[in-house]
C-alpha cells in the first residue's frame, strides 16, 4: 500500500496563490504518476494536472498557465503551486497515486481549497 498525506489548503483571496504538498509512502515503485484531482460541490472529481515518470506532465485546460506540478523523488512528494486562483478554483483537492508495475493506486484524504472573491 501507499499512503497519501496532504497539506497546504485554505482560504485564499482571488488572485492570490497557495502551495498543495502530497507526500507518499510505503511500497512505492517506479515508474508512477503522481496527480492532483479536484472535486466541487455537486461537480464530479476532475484532473487539475498530473506527473508521471513515462507520461510527461500534463495539465487541465482550466488551470494551464496558472498551476504547476512538480515533485521531489528523494522526499516521495509532489507538489501543486496554484498562482492567480480563481473562484471557480474552490473544491476538495486530492493526491493520486499509480503505479502500472505494482498495480497500487492510492487517494489522500483531500484539502480544502476556498478562493473568495
Known amino acids: 500500500q501507499v499512503q497519501l498525506v496532504e497539506s497546504g489548503g485554505g482560504l485564499v483571496q482571488a488572485g492570490g496563490s497557495l502551495r498543495l504538498s502530497c507526500a507518499a509512502s510505503g511500497n512505492i515503485f517506479s515508474p508512477n504518476t503522481m496527480a492532483w484531482y479536484r472535486q466541487a460541490p455537486g461537480n464530479q472529481r476532475e484532473l487539475v494536472a498530473r506527473?508521471?515518470?513515462?507520461?510527461?506532465?500534463y495539465y487541465s485546460d482550466s488551470v494551464k498557465g496558472r498551476f504547476t506540478i512538480s515533485r521531489d523523488n528523494t522526499r516521495n512528494t509532489v507538489y501543486l503551486q496554484m498562482n492567480a486562483l480563481k473562484p471557480e478554483d474552490t473544491a476538495v483537492y486530492y493526491c493520486?497515486?499509480?503505479?502500472?508495475?505494482?498495480?497500487?493506486?492510492?487517494w489522500g484524504q483531500g484539502t480544502q481549497v476556498t478562493v473568495s472573491s
Open positions: 506527473m508521471s515518470t513515462t507520461l510527461g506532465t
Open positions: 493520486r497515486y499509480e503505479s502500472p508495475f505494482s498495480g497500487i493506486n492510492s
